[in-house]
């Protein structure tokens, strides 16, 4: 294990203990909100990870008089030189020279830029490319000042892989032709929200399959987050739809990182999620707040299974939510007999109560009760339990790829993959829940 820090030793803070729920807490205190239903509108269409086209609300500024769509001949040749000053930043960044990638900044701008130079050298960046989303915008009332949006793709450890993408927002002013950056303001329009490497300090610890990452209150959790989330790597590579993820990066968040990262304002029954990122990766989170004690490993391996077997795009239907939720916990079961399954006592309730027996139907509301969540994963693990006790891993990971992957209707892929009909397998289903929990 490779433990990095993104802030200097003589700043450290005493390290306080993570509070966990104590006592007899419910197991099942996690229902998860992953990727999937994300609040980020991934089901209504919005696509993380995606190219920027507009400035960030807060980029008060307005186009330079008779600039068309692309803007004037001047308006571009001043986006080239920002630009240029981004290469010879991103470059220092590479090549871990400080100095020079503070270099292209003004003052003012410098402490903020040090703390983002040193969280993205401890999540080891391999990539950075900046790019320019149109041409400057002149700040109104600040003669001489410039907004540019810019979107960077970017790697962590793996060279030359895919990158991932995000929209930075930069602010420079003119010092004769020169542009000289003033700040780079995380872009409020980007669909995926805040990366946690462009706000906050971080601590990094690197393996083979995992990056875990948190604050540096949080730094002491590391060598066994790091322990269980290369475990929960092994397991879900065995999931991957296509090829497994170049690294599983997650995040640890406390209440306050919760809040903020990647957007925040996920539903309160919320313990980890997974968010696309482009690339073909998700970059996955955990509620410090939330976790119950001997519950990390489980839901490591829930979302996990979501970073490598979800499409880059999310998926499109909401009625699919049993089957990318079912594989997640079947996935985070590892193996247990269904009897130890610990949502049991949720689902009983379920079915019990005012579900129709559609798995189509059984995703739970954001404001749904605890009851009502863990048995809408548990009515989910138990239709994919049942599949693959009939038909094997492989054949239900084909399935899976055709509907999540390919769109195609359930009905469509039972019989190309299964060879049998999805109206009888569907009923099959949902007998086996109703008969697991009695």
């Not at 032709?177 to 980007?190: G, H, I, K, N």
């Not at 009851?371 to 009515?379: L, Q, S, W």
């Amino acid at each position: 294990m490779t433990v990095a820090h993104a802030f200097p030793p003589a700043a450290v803070a005493p390290v306080p203990e993570l509070s966990v729920p104590v006592g007899p807490a419910r197991k099942r205190r996690w229902p998860l909100w992953t990727a999937l239903g994300l609040a980020l509108g991934l089901v209504a269409g919005a696509v993380p990870g995606v190219l920027l086209r507009g400035l960030a609300p807060d980029a008060a500024g307005r186009p330079a008089a008779g600039s068309a769509e692309r803007g004037t001949a001047a308006e571009r040749q001043l986006a080239e030189r920002m630009v240029g000053q981004l290469d010879r930043q991103a470059a220092a960044l590479l090549g871990g020279d400080r100095t020079a990638f503070l270099a292209v900044a003004e003052p003012a701008a410098r402490p903020a830029l040090t703390k983002r130079y040193a969280a993205l050298r401890a999540l080891r960046v391999t990539v950075w490319r900046p790019a320019a989303d149109g041409v400057p915008v002149a700040v109104d009332g600040r003669p001489g000042e410039w907004r540019l949006t810019v979107t960077v793709g970017y790697c962590f450890v793996v060279p030359g892989c895919a990158p991932s993408t995000t929209g930075l927002g930069t602010r420079w002013r003119l010092v004769g032709e020169q542009p000289r950056l003033l700040a780079v303001e995380p872009s409020r329009t980007d669909p995926t929200g805040v990366r946690p490497w462009a706000v906050n300090d971080l601590t990094v610890a690197v393996g083979k399959r995992a990056l875990v990452a948190t604050t540096p209150a949080q730094r002491a959790k590391l060598p066994g987050l790091l322990a269980q989330a290369e475990a929960a790597a092994r397991v879900a590579d065995r999931y991957a739809v296509g090829p497994p993820p170049d690294r599983y990066l997650v995040y640890y968040a406390g209440r306050a990182e919760w809040q903020r990262w990647y957007g925040g304002g996920r539903p309160k029954w919320t313990a980890g999620y997974a968010v696309g990122v482009g690339g073909g990766r998700h970059d996955v989170v955990l509620n410090a707040q939330s976790l119950a004690p001997g519950s990390v490993d489980d839901l490591l391996r829930h979302e996990l299974t979501h970073a490598a077997s979800l499409p880059d795009q999310g998926y499109a239907d909401h009625a699919d939510w049993w089957l990318v939720e079912g594989l997640a916990e079947y996935a985070g079961t590892d193996g247990q007999p269904v009897d130890r399954y610990e949502g049991l006592a949720e689902v009983r309730k379920l079915v019990r109560g005012d579900w129709a027996g559609r798995l189509d139907t059984v995703a739970p509301a954001d404001d749904a009760t605890d009851d009502r969540v863990g048995g809408a994963y548990g009515v989910g693990y138990l239709a994919v339990r049942h599949l693959v006790d009939r038909y094997g891993e492989q054949r239900v990971l084909d399935f899976f790829r055709a509907v999540v992957h390919q769109r195609r209707s359930p009905a469509e892929a039972a019989d190309e993959v299964f060879g049998d009909p999805w109206s009888m397998l569907h009923d099959d289903c949902v007998a086996y829940v109703r008969s697991a929990v009695g």
